[in-house]
């Protein structure tokens, strides 16, 4: 019940109801580079606000405009954190709010795709609520930070806010299927972080292989293979 209760809460259309365009641009501003944004629904909270923009419910100009301004404040807040706090941040322990492998999850990312992250992390949950912070950590150049930054800000904001917006417009009726909509949108973008998990996995996997393979790793006090009877004859 909990649970449910949980995600109802969750719902864009419920907090969008419940707070407004103004909450609604908290919530960009918090999952963009706030360490207690990492869980809320912001794919589908821009996708829902272009579909009610459609439909007369919202002012599109402001979602879009505000959206994108959220966006790169709170990623231009997360990077001052990370370049504030510094490594420690890898040392916190977990808390109810705070998970050290999403910490790690957004460093590998950031690691294996460079200054791209910033971009390519807007459209991945968790991963775009700590890549910022991440970047602040490794003192990214500032000037490089902030162009990645507006160009992500830009194609995540306005891109889903107007694919919500020209998909409510073209299809009449839309909201009876808000719901499935929603559901494949959070799917979608589940789907790197699934690929990224099983690629650790098999990285791990690997690993413990080679491990298992190499001579140098045996045990050196442990029996080596039995001589053949032949070899223990005296000559």
């Given at each position: 019940m909990p649970v449910l209760l949980l995600a109802a809460s969750l719902s864009p259309e419920h907090l969008i109801a419940t707070f407004g365009t103004i909450g609604l641009l908290a919530i960009i501003f918090a999952e963009s580079g706030l360490l207690i944004g990492f869980f809320l629904p912001g794919d589908s909270l821009l996708f829902t606000a272009?579909?009610?923009?459609?439909?007369?419910?919202?002012?599109l100009a402001v979602i879009v405009v505000g959206c994108f301004i959220?966006?790169?404040?709170?990623?231009?807040?997360?990077?001052?954190?990370?370049?504030?706090?510094?490594?420690?941040?890898?040392?916190?322990?977990?808390?109810?709010?705070?998970?050290?492998?999403?910490?790690?999850?957004?460093?590998?990312?950031?690691?294996?795709?460079?200054?791209?992250?910033?971009?390519?992390?807007?459209?991945?949950?968790?991963?775009?609520?700590?890549?910022?912070?991440?970047?602040?950590?490794?003192?990214?150049?500032y000037r490089t930070f902030v162009t990645y930054n507006v160009v992500g800000a830009a194609l995540w904001a306005g891109g889903v806010t107007m694919a919500g917006y020209l998909l409510g417009s073209t299809i009449p009726s839309i909201d009876r299927y808000l719901?499935?909509?929603?559901?494949?949108?959070?799917?979608?973008?589940?789907?790197?972080?699934?690929?990224e998990a099983r690629r650790n996995r098999a990285k791990?996997?690997?690993?413990?292989?080679?491990?298992?393979?190499d001579p140098s790793t045996a045990?050196?006090?442990?029996?080596?293979?039995?001589?053949?009877?032949?070899?223990?004859?005296p000559s």
């Open positions: 272009g579909l009610l923009a459609s439909q007369g419910k919202l002012n959220a966006a790169v404040v709170g990623d231009q807040v997360g990077y001052w954190f990370g370049n504030r706090v510094g490594p420690t941040l890898f040392r916190r322990p977990d808390s109810r709010l705070f998970k050290q492998e999403n910490v790690e999850r957004a460093r590998k990312f950031f690691d294996e795709h460079g200054s791209k992250t910033i971009v390519l992390a807007r459209f991945i949950p968790i991963v775009r609520t700590f890549a910022p912070i991440v970047a602040g950590i490794s003192k990214m150049h719901l499935p909509i929603i559901a494949l949108i959070v799917a979608m973008s589940l789907i790197p972080v699934g690929l791990r996997a690997a690993a413990a292989t080679q491990v298992t393979d045990d050196p006090s442990a029996p080596g293979p039995e001589q053949p009877a032949s070899e223990r004859l």
